[in-house]
């Protein structure tokens, strides 16, 4: 059955239902996770949009995991804890790097297509990564290829029940345990409590806070709001990557200009018309996102005007228009030409490293509440993000979610616990747009005062203007403030520079602070490691691999994916 006739034909005012797992959010690690799961367990997912509209849907440059012969996952960890910061689980990313391949052979056996010809998939290059290995489909339409074909697959399965445009407005926990969700359609208005003995948030990042952003609008920390109403901890929230190649055209959106433009041989120019990133970095152009996104802030500083140039003028381009249609199809639109064109670029606001603290397996510090994708903090990018990791991380820690949760579900043996089933609640999310005037404010408080580069002064001063506007406006921005609000206090306290997070007041990074802000009950503490959960028995777990086995999508056992085991690819021109 429909969700969505469930909710509308309800006579009360809300309506019941019971599920095993519950996922929020349907972006890549929500539809993965949901599908992961159906393997063994009953699963409800509820998104916002349709399945199409997510972060996921636009993602450009691809998917990185060591799949080829030159690489293995031991170099693609090694590079993504050279760009973190020092602030990695190195546990979380050796899972990522070692899971990595064999997720996507879960999305090639669902009909994924990657780019590549005869001789095996065509691997790109970005900012960070010593080897070629980002799988890209379509070109440059990497997300919503796979989004579409995921899609799909979870509308057809038949233990996915969908609530599509369904916003989960608070979940039901007494702080300890969680025990499903309300959620509210956005049309009818008609509200259900979803009991589930597993709920999975996988609402995505933040960016949207910002004025100058790559994210679509809705990216704004619902679930991080979520999870923190009911009593999660939250980790590493200063850390907000900004993308350095946004496009920089005046009164338009900040359309991103992918980093594999750059890793296919792009430079960036300043205003003098120089190559400004030789000097800065030995890979150059493709230093790290911080190292770049920084160095361009310098040369705007100097220049005093607001975008460098993105320039592909030397290269041969011809093959670039099929590699990157979407990109060159968008600038078309706006006049612009990507072969002949210097393109004017500047630092957008693009991925958010802090979220909801989980340990390996998706857990966070409340029972029965799990999360997944951009919304966590596993700890596996550190205070810097690799580029085209988060696509992967969906994958390989949704695929571990999904595993949690049914084995939680299971060895529960109830259909959910009793907590906070009664309870008469507050939304902490309100469906609905909110005021145009006030979320602009607040955005480009956000965007002038915990930018790209922070100080104590422009911190102190948006937490007070926070603080009062968590009162004066509408209840529709609450989360929104309360998630800014994390921001700013996390970018207050750590009083060095490092990685995503730079201070001009404390501009060198200080190795005392090599150490997490956890923030909690509206507390903040500093700690070594992230926390840990504790409530799922690693018994339960083993006795579900038992049964079950331990792969994502029908038990595929493949830990590493040779190239010449790829197919179905689309020939590059
Ligand atoms: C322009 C762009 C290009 C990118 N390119 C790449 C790339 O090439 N490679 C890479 O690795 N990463 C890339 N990224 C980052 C990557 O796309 C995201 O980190 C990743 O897709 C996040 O997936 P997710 O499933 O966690 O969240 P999302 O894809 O954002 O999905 C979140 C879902 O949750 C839903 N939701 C939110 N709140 C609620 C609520 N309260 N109730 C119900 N549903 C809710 C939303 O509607 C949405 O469906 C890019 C990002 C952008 C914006």
Known sequence: MECHEAMASGEAAETIAETEVLVIGGGLAGLFTALCAAETGRVTLVTEGTLLASNSYWAQGGVAAAIDDEDTPLLHAADTLRVGGGLNNPEAVRILSEEGPA????????????????????????????????????????????????????????????????????????????????????????????????????????????????????????????????????????????????????????FLLSEALRGEGAHLLNGAGERFMLARHELGELAPRDVVARAIV??????????????????????LHARFANIDAYLHGKGLDLATDLLPVAPAAHYLMGGIATDSWGCTTVAGLLACGEVTCTGVHGA????????????????????????????????????????????????????????????????????????????????????????????????AIDVAAMIARSARLRTESRGAHLRADYPAEDPSWAAHIILQDGTARIASHLPTATWLPMTALAAFDHTHGNGAIGALAASRMPAAVLGGHRDVA
Request: hydrophobic share 45%.
């Open 103 to 254: 997720r996507i052979g879960d999305l090639l056996r669902l009909g994924v297509l990657f780019d590549g010809g005869p001789g095996g998939p065509h691997l790109g290059l970005e900012g960070g990564h010593s080897r070629r290995r980002i799988l890209h489909a379509a070109g440059s339409a990497t997300g919503s290829r796979i989004v579409a074909v995921l899609a799909e697959r979870v509308r057809r399965h038949p233990a996915i029940t969908v609530c599509e445009e369904t916003v989960a407005c608070a979940l039901l926990s007494d702080g300890e345990h969680c025990s499903g969700a309300l959620l509210q359609h956005r049309e009818t208005g008609q509200r259900q409590r979803v009991l589930a003995p597993a709920t999975v948030v996988a609402t995505g990042g933040a960016s949207a806070l910002y004025s100058r952003t790559t994210n679509p609008p809705a990216a704004r920390g619902a679930g991080i709001a979520l999870a923190a109403a009911a009593g999660a901890a939250i980790a590493d929230m200063e850390f907000v990557q900004f993308h350095p190649t946004a496009l920089a055209l005046p009164n338009e959106r900040s």
């Open 298 to 319: 310098e040369e705007l500083g100097r220049d005093g005007t607001d975008h460098v140039y993105l320039s592909l003028r030397h290269l041969n381009v011809a093959p």
């Open 384 to 479: 810097n993000r690799l580029a085209s990791n988060s696509l992967l991380e969906c994958l390989v820690f949704g695929a571990r979610a999904a595993r949690a949760a049914v084995a939680y579900a299971s060895y529960m043996k109830v259909s959910a616990t009793n907590v906070a089933v009664d309870a008469i609640l507050e939304p902490v999310v309100y469906p609905g747009e909110p005021p145009e005037a006030e979320l602009t404010r607040l955005r480009e408080a956000l965007m002038a005062r915990a930018g790209l580069v922070r100080d104590e002064v422009e911190l102190a001063a948006l937490e007070s203007d926070l603080a009062a506007w968590r009162d004066s406006m509408d209840a529709t921005l609450r989360p």
